[in-house]
């Protein structure tokens, strides 16, 4: 059964101990105002240490004017409500669930050659050499319905460590819940990992490298050199 934002601050608070809340916007429980203060800071945190599976979202980008023409052949505009980009896509994957899946459930050359695709963010601008792009990317807001069962009891965890202070001012007890949301951190990557096929993503451009920009070598008609 998925869990609500509410239950995991609950499930949190239980971990102090402290006393569970009914209601996040109830200003009179100092639970539940340092739970809502805390909460969207503990999940943005733990979405940058891994590339979960979850809460991905794919959209295609509206082109706008190229103000770096002799660098990248085309520029588009970033959609809203974007949290994380992760990487862009050919024309014909706007699913998550495309998945670019190649011969007997391993990644094919399709997903290897999106992962090398160079691009550059700058402002709410992203440039790039493919046309038509799709963007890959981890929104502002995800779901909770989303986590697997091992990531919300990181989520726990890692929010319970930030609690204990404001509330108990016990270090003591802090230092167990960082332990603790330290394992649990790797148990849910392996978790993560055991669930999602593995490829090698790790080349990068020499003339990436030097620029600091997503990888990839694409030509200006989108074809790859």
Known sequence: MARSIL????EALGELPAETISDLDDETKQSARHCKRLYRGVISDLLEVYD???GKERQAMAVIANSRPGEWAFAYALPSGIGTPLRILPAGTASPQAGLIGFAGTVGVAAQLAAMIEYQIAGKTLYTNLPDAILEYVPEEVQVASFTSSFARL???ELASRLVMPILNDATRQRGL???AEVQRQRAIADEANRTPDYDDDFV???????GVGVGTLDTHGLFR
Do not use: P
């Open 7 to 10: 239950d995991i601050c609950n």
């Open 52 to 54: 979960w599976g979850f």
């Open 155 to 157: 989520v726990v965890l």
């Open 178 to 180: 960082m332990q603790m």
């Open 205 to 211: 451009s020499e003339r990436a490298r030097a620029r």
